[in-house]
């Protein structure tokens, strides 16, 4: 099905099913245990041994010798895989170091052995006997210090890292009020509950891999480039996915290191990467430093605004978009962003939830509440003045919708904006010091193409089968309500089938693409299966209506299953998606509004409410959704005030690499949360009229923290996290 003109009534506005805040099905199994995640089919494959990964002790340079004696004696080893027997191996075209390093090393703890062995306990001790020596090369490891040396991405790596509109220099130094400031944020890890993990199991020149991956159709592909096999011998298993957040949109090392380990013993075998090992193995969000430059007008019109981010990574890696919001989100005739990217020799830099606008409303959204106080407007009023309702760098290109203002004026209802002391450190409530912040969300709506299977069987159960995985988002339960809608059918009478390379090509989980696309997806296959199930019943597909199990037409009535009753009925169709998005912008938008204390004597910082208002298209599942967006605004809770990948720039190694140093937010620091959906459709996007939200909500969230801890303190700290360090020198004198 060619999506490529506005969508109009079809059977998802019925909203019987569709549009509900409906339980994840997919729960029960989750919480007893029956649901079986990449390193736990125990029950589907006998005699699996254990794979351990090695690391690289060094970030940058060479392996001159590597003792493996020691090792290979040790009880209960297998095999030991190195760069010297593993073969030739290809670089995945997601990949952009070696996933298996040796001699050269390109990374700190890139993967240089996997010792394979009975039991994990065996293979663990095992790999501590390897002695290795390396000839170690002088290396970059520091943002600041190669900020200079930083060059514009080419077209592959970026695909506008400079643009331009008017004549921003000009307007900028003409302004009459002017912000010129510079921002900072660390290098963050995914932190995901679940490690990167795989089985693999081989059946003569066929590889079957059960891994966490949230890409099925990439995997495979990369699985099966990297390893030199025929694309149609790689099969992927993903049904269940304890999160990602883009750290494993790519196969890693723990995939091809099992592969590699059961082709080499001729039996199973099981990797998982442990959690030291991941900081550095995997990738990460890498750090930027963001310049801004605000021009306005005495009374608050945006006249110039421009930004520019420097981010670094391995030679081949691509920046962190961070400018990608500044260039649609606020108006201003003269405007310029610009994406500069330094070669550094620290592990990957790659997706992490949201990437691009995350790192870059972290710092545009203080800078606009710090351009809001320059003019002396209220910081909601100056979002309000500056909004566009069209693209500001193509003003004949409308949004398809933009509801960002209704969002700021219903978040400021609900939260009780109008209380917050416009003088900063001027509230208190006992030894607390308290603030109120704002900041405007915004992300990018994209779509991709995405197919499915549906087969209805003479019980009247259709069963959907697509290659769409579900980390932890409510996947099974949107593609299930979906097909419900379209069939008329309960939920009970749909089964959904995910994570399967031998099913059909989904858009698969990233991008805030996969809910959208792949529901999509799902109903071009059900538009299909109607037409094939009218056909059957003699009915005519144009007029049927498919109601409670029955379709109906022409005045007859007959139930779905007899129509499969002879054979099982199957559909297979994809959602390709034309250039609706190129004629009309299609963005998400919302606010986050956020309250804080800050302890007068300690500095410490305590959230105290928190509340996200989203307009993102038709949502299909409230209840997910809502925790979808509640889980990312506590990811921006924990990247404005604690988390950050410590880097050691005399070694190049993230020294923090697990949940011990790594600080992420605990249920103690998070408050209730509150989210409130607009109710909106958007027949540009699909023909469920939806949009993806799960990114949405981290996107401002940092900022607002920020901004919240500036009204309740008066200290503006434009380098994330904010700890008490940053604050204590500079606090109020306690009264």
Not at 396 to 405: A, D, E, T, V, Y
Not at 588 to 599: M, P
């Amino acid at each position: 099905m060619k999506f490529d003109t506005p969508a109009t009534t079809n059977p998802i506005d019925q909203l019987k099913v569709v549009g509900k805040p409906t339980d994840r099905i997919d729960g029960p199994f989750k919480t007893t245990g029956s649901a079986p995640y990449a390193y736990e089919w125990h029950d589907s494959m006998r005699n699996q041994a254990y794979g351990y990964v090695v690391g690289a002790g060094i970030a940058k340079g060479r392996i001159t010798r590597m003792d493996l004696a020691a090792a290979k004696a040790a009880p209960g080893v297998l095999t030991i895989i190195t760069a010297d027997n593993a073969g030739k191996l290809e670089k995945g075209d997601y990949n952009v170091a070696k996933l298996l390093g040796g001699p050269e090393v390109d990374h700190y703890h890139q993967a240089i052995a996997l010792v394979v062995a009975e039991t994990f306990e065996q293979a663990r001790a095992a790999a501590y006997l390897i002695k290795v020596d390396y000839a170690a090369s002088a290396g970059k490891f520091d943002l600041e210090a190669e900020k200079a040396s930083a060059t514009k991405p080419s077209p592959k790596q970026s695909e506008k890292p400079d643009t331009a509109v008017g004549n921003f220099a000009s307007a900028f130094d003409a302004a009459p009020v002017k912000l010129d400031a510079t921002y900072h944020t660390p290098d963050h890890s995914h932190a995901m509950m679940e490690p990167h993990a795989s089985i693999a199991v081989w059946q003569g020149s066929k590889l079957t891999v059960y891994t966490s991956n949230q890409m099925i159709a990439w995997g495979a592909g990369d699985v099966a480039k990297t390893l030199g096999l025929k694309k149609d011998d790689v099969r992927l298993i993903s049904p269940y996915i304890g999160g990602g957040f883009g750290g494993k949109l790519f196969v890693r090392a723990d995939a091809i290191l099992a592969a590699l380990g059961a082709r080499a013993v001729k039996r199973p075998v099981k990797v998982a990467l442990t959690r030291p090992l991941m900081g550095n193995n995997t990738t990460h969000r890498p750090a930027t430093i963001q310049r801004i430059r605000i021009g306005t007008t005495p009374d608050g019109k945006i006249t110039a605004i421009g930004h520019e981010t420097w981010s670094g990574n391995l030679e081949g890696g691509s920046p962190e978009e961070a400018v990608q919001q500044t260039r649609l989100l606020y108006a201003g005739a003269d405007r310029m962003t610009q994406t500069r990217l330094a070669l550094l020799d620290l592990p990957e830099g790659n997706a992490m939830r949201a990437p691009g606008e995350a790192p870059g409303l972290m710092a545009l959204e203080i800078a606009i509440d710090e351009m809001a106080e320059k003019v002396n407007m209220d910081p909601v009023a100056f979002r309000v003045l500056n909004d566009t309702q069209v693209d500001p760098e193509d003003p004949k290109r409308p949004f398809s919708q933009r509801q960002l203002n209704e969002c700021m004026r219903i978040g400021a209802e609900q939260f009780g904006w109008s209380k917050r002391s416009a003088k900063p450190a001027t509230l208190r409530d006992g030894r607390w010091l308290v603030g109120m912040g704002v900041a405007s969300a915004f992300r990018n709506n994209l779509t991709m193409t995405s197919g499915a299977r549906v087969r209805l069987d003479k019980r009247g159960i259709v069963t959907v089968e697509t290659d769409m995985t579900d980390i932890g988002t409510g996947t099974y339960t949107i593609i299930a309500q979906t097909a419900a809608e379209m069939m008329g059918l309960p939920l009970d009478k749909v089964m959904v089938r995910l994570g399967d390379s031998s099913f059909p090509v989904s858009a698969g989980s990233g991008g805030q693409w996969g809910a959208n696309s792949s529901t999509a997806g799902v109903y071009a296959a059900c538009v299909k299966l109607r037409e094939a199930v009218a056909r059957k019943l003699g009915l005519d597909p144009a007029t049927a209506e498919f109601v409670d199990g029955q379709v109906r037409a022409g005045g007859r009535s007959q139930s779905l299953a007899t129509a499969a009753r002879s054979a099982d009925i199957v559909a297979e169709d994809k959602i390709e998606f034309g250039d609706l998005s190129k004629k009309m912008q299609q963005s998400t938008f919302g606010a986050h509004y956020v309250e804080v204390g800050v302890d007068m004597a300690t500095a410490e910082v305590r959230i105290r409410r928190m509340l996200a208002v989203c307009a993102a298209g038709r949502i299909i599942n409230p209840k997910s959704a809502r925790s979808q967006v509640i889980g990312a605004m506590t990811m921006g809770a924990g990247a404005a005030l604690m988390e950050e990948l410590a880097v050691d720039t005399r070694r190049g190694f993230f020294v923090n690499h697990d949940l011990a140093g790594y600080e992420v937010p605990v249920h103690a620091d998070i408050p209730h949360q509150d989210v409130i959906f607009l109710d909106e459709t958007d027949p540009q996007s699909s023909p469920m009229k939806a949009k993806g939200v799960g990114e949405l909500g981290i996107c401002g969230v940092g900022a607002a923290v920020a901004n919240a801890i500036y009204n309740a303190t008066g200290i503006r700290v434009r380098e994330y996290p904010i700890t008490l360090d940053k604050l204590l020198d500079k606090m109020p004198a306690m009264a």
